[in-house]
């Protein structure tokens, strides 16, 4: 019915088949990357379930909040890019639609209007970077490393990482890293302002959580006042 209220229900993701693991903790909602065997590649099936995830919890007016992290010791080894080599009888219009269609889905992230979070527990890379850029805020365990290796693959750096980079880390540190596709680690992340902190990858979930938590406090108030 019209202005019938939607709600998310995690039960509707199986991290087998989808590749995605979603709950609810009361007005968060938590998606952990379930591809650990891959590193938590950022697949068909996993890009097909964010596809969906994305607007239901756009049009769930309970969530407040959303945190990402990845399952496993890896945040994202990033998207699956062997199709391009499979596919390469295929006119590059063909190659870059597809292409755009995939980062346009994991791009939604930044359709919500609710604070967003990336809990990043390991290694991001590529597209994994670019998904935690994509997000609001950025903790990170010890263990965590970032890269954006596209120009050492012979590819556009893409998924909106060339300005996602600017908008968090300026344009010098971008061009280093777009550059060079280098790793940074941890400790780099932080004093590039890649991430707000860094912490023992034990506490990382919990801290995040409590991280979340204060955003949530903030637009609630802010909300007051509209």
């Known amino acids: 019915p019209a202005g019938a209220h939607v709600r998310l229900d995690p039960a ?11 709950r609810r903790d009361g007005d ?24 969906r995830l994305m607007p239901q919890i756009a049009a769930d007016s309970d969530v407040r909040a959303v945190l990402v992290t990845g399952q496993g010791t890896a945040f994202s080894s990033g998207g699956n890019t062997s199709w391009i080599g499979a596919d390469s009888h295929e006119p590059v219009s063909v190659l870059r639609e597809r292409m755009l269609a995939y980062y346009a889905t994991w791009l939604t992230i930044r359709d919500l209007k609710v604070p967003t979070i990336a809990a990043i527990n390991g290694p991001a890379i590529g597209a994994g970077a670019a998904l935690a850029l994509a997000c609001d805020v950025r903790w990170a365990g010890a263990s965590a490393s970032m890269s954006v290796p596209f120009l050492r693959m012979g590819m556009h750096p893409g998924m909106l990482s060339t ?25 780099e992340m932080l004093s590039l302002g890649l991430v707000s902190r ?3 990858d034990a506490e990382l979930a919990a801290e995040a959580l409590a991280a979340v938590e204060d955003e949530k406090r903030l637009t609630t108030s802010m909300n007051s006042y509209e």
Request: charged share 25%; aromatic share 6%; hydrophobic share 50%.
């Open 12 to 22: 509707a993701y199986d991290p087998d088949a989808d590749k995605l693991a979603v």
């Open 198 to 200: 860094v912490v023992p």
């Open 28 to 51: 968060l909602v938590v998606i952990e990357l379930a591809d650990h065997d891959r590193r938590n590649m950022m697949g068909l099936e996993m890009t097909a379930a964010w596809g």
């Open 163 to 187: 300005y996602l980079l600017t908008e968090v880390v300026g344009v010098a540190a971008a061009r280093d890293l777009l550059f060079t596709g280098r790793r940074v680690r941890a400790d």
